[in-house]
């Protein structure tokens, strides 16, 4: 039996990741600090322990005691905007604590490290996004993910430690911490709707993403490491069509069926066009489904009326206020 180290495994997608590798045959221990998870979340089969990948005393015992022979690190604080903001943090956790992990990885000669990297690293480019361009991208959250792009090539070169690196955009569905208004724009679309408040939209809505179904990016990352082929490659990951963020709207709003008025905010800086290629990840993994936007939706917004209502949270520890949107000012 595979023993497996998901971090990140109580929250979004490390979750689902979770559930699949369950159903696989999989040990799982999940890792996680609960800053986005839940404990409701949370298999019952797998073994849960709360912890930060920046721990790395915690780390090493881990590795010590379980013996994993794949790791999954989902682990992250995405929130692109907002990184700007919070630079030692992002950095501390979303590259420091990655560092960590690869450590770790390679003194336990573990089979394969996936990381869930994102479009992010591509920045400003004209879209769609390929694997063979040059990341550049715009953002401290971005910068950190390549970073550990670029550690877990020379990793590998240096060490052999196999990788998987997948770039997802704009994922959404089941589980998604709603109560988050710094990320995840569909969760805070639908918390707003239930709460009868109006949608809160940066700039005009003309930008564009392509929103990605759960369902779609969760089941190959967990089978990803059956795939030798797939070792030590990158590959993006979601959905093909674009939306601008008003169609989203409007959207949820169907979805949810409740009509709400959307309140536009002065424009942040953003990229204003992302979206992927994804010909490169369905030849190497041709089950990949494509749930379109409004089915995805629909699915998410039965299990968001059931988790209901979610208290949005301010985050504590803001370093720099200058240019702050002033709508993550709000209580």
């Given at each position: ?12 997608i ?12 999989h ?25 930060s ?5 915690l780390?090493a015992?881990?590795?010590?005691e ?24 992002n ?5 420091i604590?990655?560092v ?17 990297s ?27 993910k ?19 690196i997948f ?54 990352i967990a ?109």
């Amino acid at each position: 039996m595979s023993v497996s180290l998901v971090t990140g495994g109580a929250g979004f997608i490390g979750t689902h990741v979770v559930n699949e590798l369950i159903k696989s045959g999989h040990k799982v221990v999940i890792l996680d600090d609960l800053s986005g998870g839940f404990m409701e979340n949370v298999n019952p089969k797998a073994t849960f322990i709360q912890g930060s990948v920046e721990d790395y005393t915690l780390l090493a015992k881990l590795f010590n005691e379980h013996k994993f022979d794949y790791v999954y690190h989902l682990a992250a604080y995405a929130a692109e905007g907002l990184s700007h903001f919070i630079k030692r943090f992002n950095y501390s956790n979303n590259l420091i604590g990655s560092v960590n992990l690869i450590n770790e990885s390679v003194k336990h000669k573990v089979k394969c490290f996936v990381f869930t990297s994102s479009i992010a690293v591509y920045g400003n480019q004209k879209p769609p996004m390929t694997e063979e361009m040059v990341p550049i991208p715009e953002d401290p959250y971005g910068i950190a993910k390549y970073a550990v792009e670029m550690d877990l090539k020379v990793t590998h070169e240096m060490f052999g430690l196999n990788y998987i690196i997948f770039r997802p955009h704009n994922v959404y569905g089941e589980y998604q911490n709603i109560g988050d208004k710094y990320r995840n724009v569909v969760g805070i679309f639908m918390n707003q709707l239930m709460q009868g408040k109006q949608l809160t939209v940066f700039g005009d809505g003309s930008q564009t993403r392509a929103f990605s179904y759960i369902g779609d990016v969760a089941p190959c990352i967990a089978e990803s490491v059956n795939n030798k082929a797939a070792y030590n490659q990158v590959f993006n990951i979601g959905a093909d069509k674009e939306y601008s963020v008003n169609e989203l709207a409007t959207a949820t709003m169907d979805a949810m069926g409740l009509k709400g008025e959307i309140r536009h905010l002065e424009s942040r800086n953003e990229v204003q066009h992302a979206y992927s290629d994804h010909s490169k990840v369905k030849k190497h993994f041709p089950s990949t489904s494509n749930v379109s936007l409004n089915q995805g939706l629909k699915k998410m917004a039965e299990w968001a009326r059931n988790a209901g209502v979610r208290k949005s949270q301010k985050f504590k520890a803001i370093e720099i206020t200058e240019k702050l949107p002033p709508v993550w000012l709000e209580e």
